[in-house]
């Protein structure tokens, strides 16, 4: 075996940062791979092996783009954990992995295909979920517009309260313009007593 002790450092590796069984199978894989393309050990290679066999990947062997992205991850783990080199594989790239939309079926396929379903029960679970979600998306753009109209409209309401105050608080009451005194002036009221003594 081309990489001999090294996957047993590998493998020990991957366990002590907690990857998975699937995850572990995969990286050893892909490294005894690139081992195996040379004939010699990941140990005596570097950066300039890591790019050629990645180039072989993509063009002869059509890798595809999350094959290709589990290559680099499984070489750049094994350089830079295992081999303490991570300038070897430090400017290599990871891909671009294309995102793809999901497959959404028209209401007579999904109606085709739920009556395709020979249990009752299955079919009718089926049959209102799929009744369920067409009627959410029938009320989540009206939703939405009420959600917005209300959000918008309840700082005016606020800010015409708080206006309201204000101009109560600002405006004296009916008993307080009685004692401002003669007028209104502010001059204050003299004592009743006051008033009939000066009459008289």
């Keep these: 075996m081309v990489m001999g002790m090294l996957r047993d450092r590998m493998e020990g590796d991957l366990k002590l940062k907690g990857f998975s069984l699937n995850t572990q199978r995969c990286y050893l894989n892909c490294a005894a791979r690139y081992a195996a393309h040379y004939g010699r050990s990941p140990v005596v290679m570097g950066e300039r092996e890591i790019r050629q066999f990645l180039i072989h990947l993509v063009k ?5 783009p999350a094959t290709h992205r589990m290559f ?3 070489l750049k783990f094994l350089y830079v954990v295992t081999l303490r080199r991570p300038g070897e594989i430090a400017r290599v790239p990871f891909p671009k992995v ?3 939309l999901p497959v959404v079926l028209t209401g007579s396929e999904a109606e085709r295909v739920i009556a395709c379903i020979t249990s009752i029960r299955h079919r ?7 009744g369920a979600s067409r009627s959410a998306s029938r009320r989540t753009p ?3 517009a009420s959600r917005r109209t209300s959000s918008s409209t309840a700082p005016t309401s606020a800010t015409s309260r708080r206006s309201s105050a204000t101009r109560a608080s600002a405006r004296p009451s009916l008993h307080a313009r009685r004692d401002l005194g003669p007028a209104g002036r502010g001059e204050a009221c003299a004592p009743a007593g006051a008033v009939t003594s000066a009459r008289s």
């Design 98 to 100: 294309p995102r793809r």
């Design 142 to 144: 009206s939703a939405t």
């Design 72 to 74: 680099v991850a499984s």
């Design 124 to 130: 009718t679970i089926a049959a209102v979920a799929y």
């Design 60 to 64: 002869e062997e059509h890798a595809s």
